[in-house]
């Protein structure tokens, strides 16, 4: 059954905002978010009077001093006076938690238009605050003082993951196993990040760079080096839900076909680290409630904090079994020309990741490619692509499947 079917009324991406990523120091969190808000509420044709609910997505967790940010978007306008302000928190997923709210709120029809923002601010902290900020998002770390931070735990995926499935991945050209696939996703979304004009990051490293341990590309956590890291980032994304379209909007509207959202435990030690179970049913639920199959989609913009978490997304979202991930990086199914483009857009990697940002930002993306106004990510065609955001080691999932109208 359909979105439309089951709740008997179209949830419309009407119009959307996007700030540059990266280390803006001339920018504060406040700045971005009215800039972002401004340009949705502006590009969907309606009046700031017309929204009726706001969701800010945002991880915070003492990367900022100003933790209560919910009203930070009526700045934009004496308008939005009165409107309610929630801000979400999900980790890493805030944005698309802020996202999926606003759907439900338009769903139960306490709002005919909802404005949602994602933002993060984290280049102004330092190292260590920001690393003890993500670790937040650890059951077992939370408050512990760690050299590789979050990185190191998903390094611990990337060493189960090469035990249990290292020896069926070697083969001509990844003679290094599973650290020439990561090279190879890392590559790609570098590649793939140069034609976005929002990027953090536009270089073009190359293979043999990605794969390699130098000076340059140091080890993080055995076996990431910082080609397979996402950067610290600032940033700001916003999209306005509508179940209908004004005549005035910028651009044609994307519909939402279907969504899912699953949480697994937080310890880790009742988790499978190489299954991410709740992010394959994340998946299951979004694909089941638009009623196709990672055949019918188009493109995928997914979450690759960690180019092994690329990895392990390639089999959650079904397009390879458990275990043979490294097909489809191998032969060349997720790049632009191949049979699933996977992060057009340069993904986490190179895009960046201001944490509460990220999932709305991967929203606004997709509906970019799905009116065709992508510019240079822009793909031949494109009617039906999929958005997955998760906070914490596959803790926190969300997923979106977008339609061309």
Same mark, same amino acid.
């Given at each position: 059954?359909?979105?439309?079917?089951?709740?008997?009324?179209?949830?419309l991406?009407?119009?959307?905002?996007?700030?540059?990523?990266?280390?803006?120091?001339?920018?504060?969190?406040e700045?971005?978010i009215?800039?972002?808000?401004?340009?949705?509420?502006?590009?969907?044709?309606?009046?700031?009077?017309?929204?009726?609910?706001?969701?800010?997505?945002?991880?915070?967790?003492?990367?900022?001093?100003?933790?209560?940010?919910s009203s930070?978007?009526?700045?934009?306008?004496?308008d939005l006076?009165?409107v309610?302000?929630?801000?979400?928190?999900? !980790?890493? &997923?805030?944005?698309?938690? #802020?996202?999926?709210q @606003?759907?439900?709120?338009?769903? +139960? $029809?306490? =709002?005919?238009n909802?404005?949602?923002?994602?933002?993060?601010?984290?280049?102004? !902290?330092? &190292?260590d605050?920001?690393? #003890?900020?993500?670790? @937040?998002?650890?059951?077992?770390? +939370? $408050?512990? =003082?760690?050299?590789?931070?979050?990185t190191?735990?998903?390094?611990?995926?990337?060493?189960?993951?090469?035990?249990r499935?290292?020896?069926?991945?070697?083969?001509?050209?990844?003679? +290094? $196993?599973?650290?020439?696939?990561l090279?190879?996703?890392?590559?790609?979304?570098?590649r793939?990040?140069?034609?976005?004009?929002?990027?953090?990051?536009?270089?073009?490293?190359?293979?043999?760079?990605?794969?390699?341990?130098?000076?340059k590309?140091?080890?993080?956590?055995?076996?990431l080096?910082?080609?397979?890291c996402?950067?610290?980032?600032?940033g700001?994304?916003?999209?306005?839900?509508?179940?209908?379209?004004t005549?005035?909007?910028?651009?044609?509207?994307?519909?939402?076909?279907?969504?899912?959202?699953?949480?697994?435990?937080?310890?880790?030690?009742k988790?499978?680290?190489?299954?991410?179970a709740?992010?394959?049913?994340?998946?299951?639920?979004?694909?089941?409630?638009?009623?196709?199959?990672?055949?019918?989609?188009?493109?995928?913009?997914?979450?690759?904090?960690?180019?092994?978490?690329e990895?392990?997304?390639?089999?959650?979202?079904?397009?390879?079994?458990?275990g043979e991930?490294?097909?489809?990086?191998?032969?060349?199914?997720?790049?632009?020309?191949?049979?699933?483009?996977?992060?057009?857009?340069?993904?986490?990697?190179a895009?960046?990741?201001?944490?509460?940002?990220?999932?709305?930002?991967?929203?606004?993306?997709?509906?970019?490619?799905?009116?065709?106004?992508?510019?240079?990510?822009?793909?031949?065609?494109?009617?039906?692509?999929?958005?997955?955001?998760?906070?914490?080691?596959g803790?926190?999932?969300?997923?979106?499947?977008?339609?061309?109208?």
């Amino acid at each position: 059954m359909s979105l439309k079917e089951q709740f008997g009324k179209d949830i419309l991406l009407t119009g959307w905002g996007h700030s540059k990523f990266g280390k803006l120091t001339d920018q504060t969190l406040e700045s971005l978010i009215v800039q972002v808000a401004g340009e949705a509420i502006r590009n969907s044709g309606l009046d700031p009077k017309d929204i009726d609910e706001i969701y800010l997505g945002q991880f915070n967790s003492g990367m900022q001093p100003l933790g209560f940010t919910s009203s930070l978007a009526l700045q934009l306008s004496a308008d939005l006076a009165n409107v309610p302000a929630t801000r979400t928190e999900n !980790a890493c &997923a805030s944005g698309s938690a #802020a996202f999926q709210q @606003g759907v439900k709120a338009v769903l +139960a $029809g306490t =709002a005919r238009n909802v404005l949602v923002i994602g933002a993060e601010k984290m280049t102004d !902290a330092g &190292a260590d605050v920001v690393g #003890a900020a993500l670790l @937040g998002a650890s059951y077992e770390m +939370a $408050g512990k =003082a760690s050299t590789t931070g979050f990185t190191g735990l998903f390094a611990e995926v990337a060493k189960h993951y090469d035990k249990r499935y290292g020896s069926s991945i070697n083969g001509p050209g990844y003679e +290094a $196993g599973l650290g020439d696939v990561l090279g190879s996703i890392a590559a790609k979304n570098h590649r793939n990040g140069m034609d976005n004009p929002y990027a953090q990051m536009h270089r073009d490293f190359g293979e043999e760079f990605c794969r390699t341990i130098s000076d340059k590309n140091p080890m993080v956590a055995e076996p990431l080096r910082r080609t397979d890291c996402s950067p610290v980032s600032d940033g700001a994304a916003a999209v306005v839900l509508s179940t209908s379209a004004t005549s005035d909007s910028a651009t044609a509207p994307v519909r939402l076909a279907g969504f899912g959202h699953a949480n697994d435990f937080f310890p880790a030690e009742k988790r499978d680290p190489t299954e991410f179970a709740a992010t394959r049913a994340s998946w299951e639920r979004a694909l089941g409630m638009a009623g196709v199959g990672v055949d019918h989609l188009d493109f995928a913009e997914v979450h690759d904090c960690f180019t092994i978490a690329e990895l392990v997304m390639y089999e959650a979202m079904g397009l390879t079994p458990r275990g043979e991930g490294s097909r489809a990086i191998k032969e060349g199914w997720v790049y632009k020309d191949g049979k699933l483009p996977v992060n057009v857009s340069g993904g986490l990697k190179a895009k960046g990741h201001p944490v509460g940002a990220t999932g709305v930002s991967q929203h606004v993306i997709a509906a970019m490619q799905l009116t065709g106004t992508a510019g240079g990510m822009q793909l031949a065609n494109a009617r039906r692509g999929a958005v997955q955001n998760m906070g914490g080691v596959g803790i926190a999932n969300y997923v979106s499947i977008l339609e061309a109208l």
